[in-house]
């Protein structure tokens, strides 16, 4: 078992455990946003969808962007490193750690902005499209690798990072793609007009 709270929040393993214990808390948040929307006019099947699509956009993305924000052993004690050239990072994990370490931060990089990508065209119709997703993922990404510099975290701010976010973000809003919102559906979140008098 993690012991203190160390433990729970500043480790790898205590961040997975925490998503998956939060997972009964995101569903209820999920049930009470839908619930208020329908209470106030929403149609139920929009209710539900933005709803989920809110909660889970945050649900899926925060635990990664907490675990790779994880200060390393010199944190504060060594600069900011960067690495600009693409790919030259993942050649040295595959050279230093071999091809499962490789698959793991592959994997790991592409995961980040997944939620993101999968669920926000599903959410907000200005978003559905692929070009602005990239954007959206690269833009985030880019934000992450300068707080890790300037916040000095004893990790690596790299090109490589940026671009597998950035293409994670855009294969999972390829695979929501069918289930994107139109322009003529953005009025779902807004209440259904009360009838006339007389009607």
């Known amino acids: 078992m993690l012991q203190g709270w160390h433990g729970w929040v500043g480790t790898f393993t205590g961040v997975v455990l925490l998503t998956v214990a939060v997972l009964p808390l995101a569903a209820l948040m999920v049930w009470a946003l839908a619930r208020r929307r329908i209470v106030t006019g929403t149609r139920p099947g929009w ?89 959206l993922a690269a833009g985030c990404s880019v934000l992450v690798e300068v707080a890790q510099y300037v916040l000095r975290l004893d990790r690596v701010s790299s090109v490589d990072d940026v671009l597998l976010n950035t293409a994670g973000a855009g294969l999972a809003a390829l695979a929501s793609r069918r289930w994107w919102l139109a322009p003529a559906e953005t009025s779902s979140d807004r209440p259904r007009p009360a009838p006339a008098p007389g009607r």
């Open 47 to 135: 209710a539900w969808r933005m709803s989920l699509a809110e909660v889970g956009i945050v649900y899926g993305t925060v635990p990664w962007i907490w675990m790779i924000m994880l200060p390393g052993e010199r944190a504060g004690a060594v600069p900011g490193r960067v690495s600009l050239v693409p790919l030259r990072d993942l050649f040295t994990i595959l050279a230093d750690g071999g091809p499962v370490t490789a698959t793991g931060q592959v994997v790991g990089n592409l995961l980040v902005f997944a939620a993101l990508g999968f669920l926000a065209p599903l959410r907000f119709a200005a978003l559905a499209s692929v070009p602005r997703i990239l954007a």
